[in-house]
């Protein structure tokens, strides 16, 4: 079965620190990978997404994630955080050859980002 | 494009009630998925249909909830009867499943459910 592993449950970092958020899946195949983010209260918006071509992903705010199909990890950078960027990052994963659809949702990275 | 609408946007009901709990996926979608969100328990795929027919209710955590998806633009997910352990917020997500898709799904504001 497909799994998504966030180790970082939570993280604090001050403001213009670089951020590293790890994702590791466990599908072997061909996978769609997602990370979305949770401000507090609102529900999930798609952050950035790969699909195919470049493992390097840019996504929105700054944010990017590299693709390393040897280590099964799309982790999330951002070279320098701001306080608005507290919130819930969960990372996702949809693998191509299991005949279904849905997405397999790490259990979220909360980041608190101090002014 | 209106996105992803659900409602209510808060739900108090007393332990026993019936509560039902509406999604309008995004026009031209053709998957709904049902989450439910809290501390305990983290992001939960509760059942997800596809062109209307449910296709993994796994989730679904007991004969008290039922989910039904009479057409393509309304969904609905039912508790009979409510438990305070079911207070939770509950998300609707849609996304365009084929051939070249990405798969992404596209999230609803949610349901805030409290049962006291």
């Known amino acids: 079965a497909q799994s998504v592993s966030q180790h970082n449950h939570h993280v604090i970092l001050s403001e213009a620190a670089s951020l590293e958020l790890g994702c590791n899946y466990s599908y072997g195949g061909t996978v769609n990978l997602f990370w979305y983010v949770q401000y507090p209260g609102q529900h999930l918006q798609l952050l950035l997404k790969?699909?195919?071509?470049?493992?390097l992903v840019k996504g929105i705010k700054g944010f990017e994630a590299e693709f390393i199909k040897s280590k099964f990890s799309f982790n999330l950078r951002k070279p320098s955080v701001q306080w608005s960027d507290t919130a819930e990052y969960f990372c996702?994963?949809?693998?191509?050859?299991?005949?279904?659809?849905?997405?397999?949702f790490g259990t979220g990275t909360r980041l608190t980002v101090i002014p | 494009d209106a996105g992803v609408i659900q409602s209510p946007r808060h739900e108090v009901t007393e332990m026993g009630q019936e509560v039902t709990l509406r999604c309008k996926p995004i026009?031209?979608?053709?998957?709904l998925f049902w989450y439910r969100q809290t501390m305990m328990r983290g992001l939960e795929l509760l059942i997800y249909?596809?062109?209307?027919?449910?296709?993994?209710d796994s989730g679904m955590p007991e004969d008290r909830f039922s989910a039904k998806m009479p057409n393509a633009s309304f969904s609905t997910l039912k508790i009979q009867p409510s438990e305070p352990r079911d207070s939770a917020v509950y998300f609707c997500a849609s996304s365009l499943f084929g051939s070249g898709s990405s798969n992404e799904q596209f999230f609803g504001p949610g349901t805030r459910l409290t049962v006291l």
């Open positions: 996702a994963v949809k693998g191509y050859q299991t005949g279904a659809n849905n997405l397999f």
């Open positions: 026009s031209g979608h053709n998957s």
């Open positions: 790969y699909f195919s071509g470049d493992p």
């Open positions: 249909f596809n062109n209307n027919v449910p296709i993994d």
